[in-house]
């Protein structure tokens, strides 16, 4: 990583997580290389180091964004091809439990996916036991199972697309501070950051959770909803086979999976304005709660380590992605939720289109744009 403060780039990207990196490998791919993308920590060391590492086709809640899924599994099953890097993807499935309060929201979701070709079995509750004899479906109405999805190694994903970036010329500037955006009669002139300025006509803010930060320097409201989730991971415990599924209990938004001999689990939707990842007891206190009602077994588990991160979610669930109205020079990938590892290479090609063409074959980018939103 070159530590020297380049002082002009043709394009300067805020943010070294999913979505930033796989933008400069895009750019980079479609001939734009004189790209400076600036770090304030280390490559993916915001919310991309801190998810559940889960690729999924069964997280599309509506049409638009399981389209999308579609198009990123493909993308991440030719990745070690593309990039030259392995990405340890192990399809174990991917089990949804609804209790009464749930159930009818997740039929037509099963449908909807069915419709699309996706993989996705209906399970009665007499089946679910019989095929995962360690979970408690007395208040289950129904499941979900899809047997495509699994955990990879977001590691890798973001390595690979900076190794190849940087192949291609792209800087990376691990430990700069990107500090304000300065403009010229409505046009971006230059990033500011706190080792110097970088003369720029174009900026993309891929600050994940910090976007609503850098926004604000150019003007812009952008409404993300930053939102605390925390993530327990477990000494290894025999009970649990190695190829169990991730299961998702819908009533209490709490998911476990099998990770090396442990299982990791994840909950939490806390508003989180101030991004801070402390991990509260009570958190901890819920997530074994509802690991021990719905997995008897986890009573015997043992805390190995735990986690929180930030998952920058919109009101709609739709990314934000596109020009910022007013301004010439500014655009943006953010607002990426819950999906930001799995959508990282739809969010890099939709830049890389827009940049080239103002459009892209993928998906009418239009209904991802600011203006969607009535800020004032
Ligand atoms: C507990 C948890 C579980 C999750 N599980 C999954 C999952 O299984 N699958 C999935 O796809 N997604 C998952 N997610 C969501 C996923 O982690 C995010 O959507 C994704 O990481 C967002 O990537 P990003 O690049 O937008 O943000 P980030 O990874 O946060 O990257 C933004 C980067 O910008 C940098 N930055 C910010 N401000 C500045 C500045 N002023 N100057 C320089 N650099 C700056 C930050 O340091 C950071 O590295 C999960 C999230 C959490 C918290």
């Not at 990583?1 to 750019?27: E, Q």
């Not at 929201?105 to 209906?122: F, H, K, V």
């Amino acid at each position: 990583m070159p530590m020297t403060l380049p002082h002009t780039a043709d394009l300067v990207i805020i943010g070294a997580g999913a979505i930033g990196c796989s933008t400069a490998w895009h750019l980079a791919q479609a001939g734009i290389t004189n790209i400076v993308v600036v770090e304030m920590g280390q490559v993916g060391s915001g919310s991309s180091s801190k998810s559940a590492s889960m690729l999924s086709l069964q997280f599309g809640r509506d049409e638009t964004m399981a389209r999308l899924a579609q198009h990123a599994y493909v993308r991440y099953m030719r990745f070690e091809e593309e990039i030259g890097v392995p990405i340890d993807f192990r399809p174990i499935g991917w089990l949804n439990l609804a209790t009464a309060a749930e159930a009818d929201a997740l039929r037509p979701e099963a449908a909807m996916l069915q419709s699309l070709g996706i993989n996705t079995e209906l399970l009665a509750p007499d089946e679910i036991k019989r095929r995962y004899p360690l979970l408690n479906v007395d208040d289950i109405i129904v499941g979900t199972y899809g047997p495509d999805d699994g955990p990879f190694d977001p590691h890798m994903i973001l390595w690979g697309y900076v190794k190849r970036a940087s192949q291609h010329g792209v800087r990376f500037l691990q430990g700069v501070k990107a500090t304000g955006i300065t403009q010229r009669g409505g046009r971006v002139t230059a990033v500011e950051t706190d080792a110097g300025t970088i003369a720029t006509p174009l900026v993309i803010n891929a600050a994940g959770p910090w976007a609503i930060e850098v926004g604000r320097w150019a003007g812009l409201d952008i409404p993300i909803l930053n939102s605390a989730r925390s993530i327990l991971v477990t000494a290894p415990l025999a009970a649990v086979p190695a190829d169990h599924p991730f299961v998702e209990d819908l009533s209490v938004e709490w998911y476990f999976r099998p990770e090396i001999d442990g299982v990791l689990m994840g909950m939490g939707k806390r508003p989180a304005p101030d991004l801070n990842t402390a991990t509260p007891p009570a958190m901890i206190d819920a997530m074994i709660d509802a690991a021990v009602h719905r997995v008897p077994v986890l009573a015997q588990a043992e805390l190995l380590t735990a986690w929180t991160g930030i998952r920058p979610l919109t009101a709609d669930g739709y990314p934000i992605v596109g020009a910022a109205p007013g301004i010439d020079g500014i655009l943006l990938n953010c607002g990426w939720g819950g999906v930001g590892i799995i959508m990282a290479p739809i969010a890099g090609q939709l830049l890389a289109d827009l940049v080239t063409s103002g459009r892209s074959d993928l998906v009418d980018v239009g209904r991802f744009s600011l203006s969607r939103f009535d800020t004032h």
